[in-house]
């Protein structure tokens, strides 16, 4: 007889000096699984738990121009039409200022996630509220190795006066761990990819680290003999999988050691330009990639990705843009600021086309990444150029294998709190809550009728 009497376990692991490779689902990991008896592996099928439901933000800085949205964004989305929503009216009332005068920027990214108004300080006393991320993590700690993910095309920070008398804290984060801890994030996709895939030896200093990371070539390189084993236990179909997935990861290997040959890798956007401009596009798409991989082996179930810090001035020259990102936003009805904001805002759109495609051909036993993943993409300014936070700009994507239903566009209420599209999406991962931030009923994410729920 040939093959084995049990399954491969699904946390199974390819593992060596400082480096542990998690892999996709594989049929072999199917409980009961044998090759001499179809009963068993037909019932082992049947009795496969569902996949697990995850959730992704993609934050969006600086609002958007609102004569060419939703457009500027749904271009690139045609080949996932029926796949994602244009959610309308949706609003946060706590990040307008509330007697707290000006730094709309700060209040919306530290409001985004949370719902809540952040104590304006720039000092450490900085106070805003759990953020929807953290709020499922905390019910899905132990789940999995990273209880969450946070990462950003910028760097995070956490003191200094960054807008107005807000502190930099609000905005240069969205995830929220309690009202007065932002989870850090990270912007290099060479730590990315260790934090996925290494572990590094006791007492490795950051420094040591650091040329670890440099210096190594691949970390299939040391764990070839093992691939070759376990290809050896699986099936044509499993094989051809490990094959793509480990490929994969010696792409993404390669293009972080092109990063680092340019001497970009994790360079601070404020502390210097990039010397090419398409390094900042490579940055995301490589964190985008790492996100996705960090999905499909379950390494964690919530990612948050900050395209840019709220505020950023950055500019996009590699498509046309030489003036900063928040200078053209205050476009006063400029028409050639509005071009650049617009075509600004039609980047940010395919980088979303780029993740969904990621997660819509990633298979996860039977059905797609993208079925198991519900992703919000958006921000808490509207129009940027008036710094507004009702009818807010905000796609929802995914979650089919969950029971969310599409429609091209989803108008609620006027007024009706974002919150409430976070409290069915928390419940939808099952967290038992009535309420998060300052929700008043959970939105329908089974339905396409017309969202119906109280304002706030």
């Known amino acids: 007889m040939t093959g084995w009497s049990g399954p491969i376990s699904r946390r199974t692991a390819l593992r060596a000096a400082g480096a542990v490779i998690a892999l996709p689902m594989l049929e072999a990991m199917l409980p009961g699984r044998c090759l001499w ?28 121009d609102i004569a060419s949205w939703p457009g500027s964004a749904t271009a690139a989305l045609a080949d996932h039409a029926g796949q994602y929503s244009v959610m309308r009216n949706l609003c946060h009332r706590n990040a307008e200022a509330l007697g707290d005068g000006a730094g709309d920027h700060a209040r919306s990214a530290a409001c985004f996630l949370t719902g809540a108004h952040p104590n304006k300080t720039s000092g450490g006393d ?57 989870n850090g994030k990270e912007d290099d996709p060479r730590r990315v990819f260790d934090t996925l895939f290494s572990t590094g030896p006791a007492g490795e200093t950051a420094a040591m680290r650091e040329q ?33 997935y480990l490929e994969g990861v010696r792409t993404l290997e390669r293009r972080m050691q092109s ?55 950055r500019s996009y020259v590699d498509i046309g843009v030489k003036d900063g990102h928040h200078d053209v936003s ?27 495609t990621k997660l819509k051909t990633t298979d996860e036993t039977g059905a797609s990444l993208l079925d198991h993943t519900m992703v919000v993409y958006g921000g808490a300014i509207s129009d940027g150029n008036r710094h507004n936070h009702d009818d807010l700009p905000i796609i929802l994507a995914g979650g089919a294998a969950r029971g969310v239903k599409h429609a091209p566009v989803r108008t609620a ?42 304002p706030g």
Not at 289 to 304: H, K
Not at 429 to 452: C, H, K, W, Y
Request: aromatic share 4%; with cysteine.
């Open 413 to 454: 209420a006027a007024g009706t709190p974002l919150c409430n599209l976070y409290l069915a999406m928390l419940q939808n991962m099952n967290v038992p809550t009535n309420r998060f931030g300052d929700s008043t009923q959970a939105i329908a994410l089974n339905s396409i009728e017309p969202m119906t729920a109280e």
């Open 126 to 182: 900085i106070s805003v509220g759990i953020s929807v991320d953290q709020a499922a993590a905390a019910q899905l700690t132990g789940a999995t190795r990273l209880d969450s993910l946070e990462l950003g095309g910028e760097p995070g920070m956490t003191a200094g006066d960054c807008d107005s008398g807000y502190s930099c804290a609000y905005s240069a984060n969205i995830s929220w761990r309690g009202p007065h801890t932002p």
């Open 330 to 356: 205050h476009h006063a009805d400029d028409q050639s600021k509005r071009e650049k904001y617009a075509a600004i805002n039609r980047w940010q759109g395919e980088r979303l086309a780029h993740l969904l």
């Open 259 to 313: 990063l680092a040959r340019d001497g970009q890798g994790g360079t601070p956007a404020h502390v210097a330009p990039p010397a090419s401009p398409t390094d900042y596009r490579e940055r995301i798409t490589l964190l985008t990639d790492m996100a996705v991989l960090g999905l499909q082996l379950d390494q964690t179930r919530i990612v948050t990705l900050m395209l840019a810090n709220e505020g950023s001035n």
């Open 212 to 244: 670890r990371i440099r210096l190594r070539t691949s970390i299939l390189d040391a764990v070839g003999g093992q691939v070759a084993a376990l290809s050896s236990r699986v099936g044509v179909a499993d094989r051809r999988k490990l094959d793509e």
């Open 37 to 64: 008896t179809r009963t068993a592996a037909a019932a082992s099928r049947a009795v496969l738990a569902v996949p697990p439901a995850r959730m992704m933000f993609v934050f969006l800085p600086n609002g958007v």
